[in-house]
């Protein structure tokens, strides 16, 4: 089995009146080539009439944003003239490439009723070759994604990208990357086989869980070495978890508010760009 090298709680990094912690970066953790950031909004219930999610219209250059929707929903709208509302058990991926402005807001028909709310936002690096590639944009409902089931039923897998149990995955993204979100029931259990050249990904939403021998519980995000290739994971109790693998860029890694390039040269010129209106324009 593969080495745990750390376990890094989530720090709570509150935005408005969102309950929000962040798994990475934390003081403790930088990045986990090619992921970068994290954010864990919720679990949290918003009254009738709220006002939803805060993220207005805002740039990004040089990574991909998978936003997965464990209850609520949220509405996307960018400079690409893409437009969805997803729900509960759905995902969101949006490759922001060489620039565009997107905005992440709650349905008018969840600010209206209001209800539970529990989003997470992963951010994926591009290489450096795929870095100024166009826009893209899919969300998926969750009756789109592949759900494997395991050990009779007691692991469901949701299989959004790469190949999980024979399964593909419902995104086929630009780079090699895989990503599920997998629910467990008390004892359910799962042995996957990763490269051990690859980082793992492994973050706990919900419940508790034993990786690998260690016991892990909700907002810990477990760190691996890279010597084996045998990942065992037993739920304690129920239990969510997002898990991802891939291989490392090795790329200098340039990371300024919304932008994520190689150097600060290109930083720059993100910001150059999307001041010159090169991003799109915004709907509306």
Same mark, same amino acid.
């Given at each position: 089995?593969?080495?745990?090298?750390?376990?890094?709680?989530?720090?709570?990094?509150?935005?408005?009146?969102?309950?929000?912690?962040?798994?990475?970066?934390?003081?403790?953790?930088?990045?986990?080539?090619?992921? $970068?950031? $994290?954010?864990?909004?919720?679990?949290?219930?918003?009254?009738?009439? %709220?006002?939803?999610?805060?993220?207005?219209?805002?740039?990004?250059?040089?990574?991909? *944003?998978?936003?997965? #929707?464990?209850?609520?929903?949220?509405?996307?709208?960018?400079? /690409?003239?893409?437009?969805?509302?997803? @729900?509960?058990?759905?995902?969101?991926?949006?490759?922001? @490439?060489?620039?565009?402005?997107?905005?992440?807001?709650?349905?008018?028909?969840?600010?209206?009723?209001? !209800?539970?709310?529990? #989003?997470?936002?992963? =951010?994926?690096?591009?290489?450096?070759?795929?870095?100024?590639?166009?826009?893209?944009? +899919? /969300?998926?409902?969750?009756?789109?994604?592949?759900?494997?089931?395991?050990?009779? !039923?007691? &692991? &469901?897998?949701?299989?959004?990208?790469?190949?999980?149990?024979?399964?593909?995955?419902?995104?086929?993204?630009?780079?090699? #990357?895989?990503?599920?979100?997998?629910?467990?029931?008390?004892?359910?259990?799962? +042995?996957?086989?990763?490269?051990?050249?690859?980082?793992?990904?492994?973050?706990? #939403?919900?419940?508790?869980?034993?990786?690998? @021998?260690?016991? *892990?519980?909700? +907002?810990?995000?477990?760190?691996? %070495?890279?010597?084996?290739?045998?990942?065992?994971?037993?739920?304690?109790?129920?239990?969510?978890?997002?898990?991802?693998?891939?291989?490392?860029? +090795?790329?200098?890694? &340039?990371?300024?508010?919304?932008? &994520?390039?190689?150097?600060?040269?290109?930083?720059?010129?993100?910001?150059?760009?999307?001041?010159?209106?090169?991003?799109?324009? =915004?709907?509306?």
């Amino acid at each position: 089995m593969r080495t745990i090298k750390a376990q890094h709680q989530a720090v709570s990094a509150p935005i408005a009146d969102l309950i929000t912690y962040r798994a990475l970066p934390t003081p403790a953790v930088e990045h986990l080539d090619p992921f $970068l950031f $994290l954010n864990h909004h919720g679990p949290q219930q918003y009254a009738p009439n %709220n006002a939803g999610l805060p993220f207005g219209p805002h740039p990004h250059r040089g990574f991909e *944003t998978v936003t997965f #929707i464990v209850a609520g929903d949220i509405m996307h709208q960018d400079s /690409g003239g893409h437009q969805s509302i997803i @729900g509960a058990g759905g995902i969101q991926w949006m490759t922001a @490439g060489r620039g565009l402005i997107h905005s992440e807001v709650s349905s008018p028909a969840f600010k209206k009723t209001g !209800g539970d709310l529990e #989003i997470l936002q992963l =951010w994926v690096n591009l290489p450096a070759r795929d870095k100024m590639v166009a826009p893209h944009y +899919r /969300g998926l409902q969750k009756d789109e994604i592949p759900a494997v089931p395991h050990d009779e !039923g007691r &692991v &469901v897998l949701h299989a959004v990208a790469g190949e999980w149990l024979g399964t593909a995955g419902a995104v086929q993204p630009l780079t090699a #990357i895989s990503l599920a979100t997998i629910d467990f029931r008390a004892d359910g259990q799962l +042995r996957l086989s990763i490269p051990a050249d690859h980082t793992i990904f492994c973050y706990t #939403i919900r419940g508790k869980l034993r990786v690998n @021998g260690q016991e *892990t519980e909700a +907002r810990r995000l477990t760190e691996f %070495n890279y010597d084996g290739d045998e990942l065992h994971l037993e739920a304690l109790t129920e239990a969510t978890l997002l898990l991802g693998h891939a291989a490392p860029f +090795r790329e200098p890694i &340039v990371a300024y508010g919304p932008f &994520v390039m190689n150097s600060e040269a290109e930083i720059r010129q993100a910001y150059q760009d999307y001041q010159a209106g090169k991003f799109g324009q =915004w709907p509306g």
